[in-house]
């Protein structure tokens, strides 16, 4: 019946809008679960920072090996927060979508006829653009142009060349940043051993074990990336 109708008068606009919502509900909260995956990672990143710096106050003989990992571990936390950022923000533009396809869709109720809106096309074009919602954001583009609210998206419209890949290797000064923020006032806590030094495990076991942590880590904030 609703095909039959749908034919004959065109698309229902409440259940286009209905649809819209629906994928960007089910978009924000994908990103709502991947941000939670980050500040679980920040979390896991900064105790690291900590370990391998009361390790090197209990043990100067680790103090190199231990300023090798600060630097590792900072590089990664300085990635950590740069995705947060940029998940944080494409939460807020796709909140910014919904609010005005829901405007869009209620001037159509109320003038009878929709006006096409760049704003949306544009919000549109750079959330596509995201790794974790590409596929259901191509889906809520083509139910946008149904409706008659923005252009139909072509490959050309889609690719922005300006957007490159984020740098493996970060500025040094950033994670001079990320050390100082961690560590200050936290050094003298480091300098009263919480086991003797002969019960600590060897420097070499617990570089491998921090080292195995590191991976898992990036598999995940990769994985949040793919």
């Given at each position: 019946m609703e095909t039959l109708k749908a034919v004959l008068f065109g698309p229902d606009p409440q259940a286009q809008m209905r649809k819209c919502n629906q994928i960007i509900r089910s978009n924000t909260r994908q990103l709502d679960r991947d941000i939670a995956q980050l500040k679980t990672l920040d979390t896991k990143t900064r105790q690291l920072i900590l370990n391998a710096s009361r390790r090197a106050e209990r043990n100067p003989s680790q103090a190199r090996q231990a300023t090798v990992e600060l630097k590792t571990f900072a590089r990664e936390l300085v990635r950590i927060r740069k995705q947060n950022t940029r998940l944080n923000t494409s939460r807020a533009q796709l909140q910014s979508v919904q609010m005005q396809v829901n405007e869009a869709f209620s001037v159509r109720k109320i003038q009878g006829s929709l006006k096409k809106s760049t704003g949306i096309m544009k919000d549109v074009n750079t959330l596509v653009k995201l790794p974790e919602l590409s596929g259901t954001m191509h889906q809520l583009s083509t139910e946008l142009v149904r409706a008659g609210i923005i252009e139909e998206m072509v490959d050309d419209a889609i690719t922005d060349p300006n957007m490159i890949e984020e740098e493996e290797e970060?500025?040094?000064?950033?994670?001079?940043?990320?050390?100082?923020?961690?560590?200050?006032?936290?050094?003298?806590?480091?300098?009263?051993?919480?086991?003797?030094?002969?019960?600590?495990?060897?420097?070499?076991?617990?570089?491998?074990?921090?080292?195995?942590?590191?991976?898992?880590?990036?598999?995940?904030?990769?994985?949040?990336?793919?």
């Open positions: 970060e500025a040094d000064a950033e994670v001079d940043k990320i050390l100082q923020e961690i560590l200050q006032g936290k050094l003298s806590q480091a300098q009263k051993p919480e086991k003797p030094l002969e019960e600590e495990p060897a420097a070499e076991d617990v570089f491998e074990d921090q080292e195995a942590t590191l991976e898992q880590m990036r598999g995940r904030l990769e994985a949040l990336k793919s």
